[in-house]
């Protein structure tokens, strides 16, 4: 997408922040340890002393593991309704209003930059910069991406019937990755990037799945005719599988995690 276009859309989020927090998929576990094991033995049982910034956090959808393993996290968040519902939902949690491209934080104050479902909305000539002035020399910078496992059929009917507004498939982000290449961080200022991939399956019903679709920043920035002729044509689709029609399902997964470590 454009300049203009990337900035329409990543400041769409607010007007469903409530919906965000109540829907959008969590992550693994193994996913977070994965990220953030340059800067941790393999021996530790929780993040006790790690300093974590999760940057563009949101509603807290990462913050609320990484406070839950032990860590010492900060938030930073640019939009309002999003930090407000941040708060409301975890008051303990030291929130700060910023972005990527200007961290409100003092140079070499994390050991570890972690972005859930945010990197992609960063100006990356001006944040990493800016990540790199906040982190520790061996610090990590790592991101986080769910995705709908497309590799399942039905899931891949999905993806065709909401015409690329859901969340973003496997295949595409793989794609991408292959495209962009693994090095994709500033090499004067990180390592060369490391990737991996995390089940990480949803449970779901129809109306949760529509709602969770519903946040998306292609529909929120659509006209309303047109999005809801497509989450209607998304109803229709799950009340047609025997997978979805019935109640509750797994929706599956992936997570997605690059990491690069400071200079």
């Known amino acids: 997408m454009d300049e203009d276009e990337r900035l329409r859309r990543g400041a769409s989020f607010g007007a469903v922040a409530h919906a ?10 193994a996913a977070v340890r994965w990220c953030l094991a340059p800067v941790r033995t393999p021996s530790a049982a929780d993040l006790t002393g790690t300093r974590v910034l999760d940057l563009g956090a949101g509603t807290g959808k990462l913050t609320v593991l990484l406070a839950l ?15 407000a519902e941040f708060r409301r939902l975890l008051p303990r ?12 934080l003092p140079g070499g104050s994390v050991d570890a930059v972690l972005c859930g ?23 990590v910078l790592a991101g986080l991406w769910n995705s709908d496992d497309d ?27 292959a495209y962009y290449g693994v090095d994709e961080f500033a090499p004067e200022l990180f390592t060369p990037a490391e990737r991996a991939e995390f089940p990480n399956g949803q449970l779901r019903t ?3 799945l529509l709602a969770t679709i519903a946040t998306h920043s292609r529909l929120l920035v659509m006209a309303p005719a047109e999005r809801d002729e497509l989450l209607a044509g998304v109803r229709g689709y799950l009340a047609g599988l025997h997978e979805t029609s019935n109640g509750e399902f797994t929706l599956p997964m992936v997570t997605s995690a690059l ?3 400071r200079r």
Do not use: C
Request: glycine fraction near 6%; charge should be negative.
């Open 206 to 208: 129809a109306d949760s």
């Open 117 to 139: 479902q945010s990197m992609h909305w960063f100006n990356m000539d001006l944040a990493l910069p800016e990540i790199a002035r906040v982190l520790v020399p061996g610090g």
């Open 20 to 29: 965000y927090a109540e829907h959008r998929p969590d992550y693994p576990e």
């Open 259 to 261: 990491r690069a470590v």
């Open 93 to 104: 949690v030291r929130a700060l209003p910023g972005s990527a491209e200007t961290i409100p």
């Open 69 to 83: 393993l032990g860590a010492d996290v900060i938030a930073v968040e640019p939009d309002p309704e999003m930090l």
């Open 151 to 177: 590799r399942v059929e039905w899931v891949a009917g999905l993806q065709a019937v909401a015409k690329g507004a859901a969340s973003p498939s496997l295949s595409r982000r793989r794609a991408e990755a």
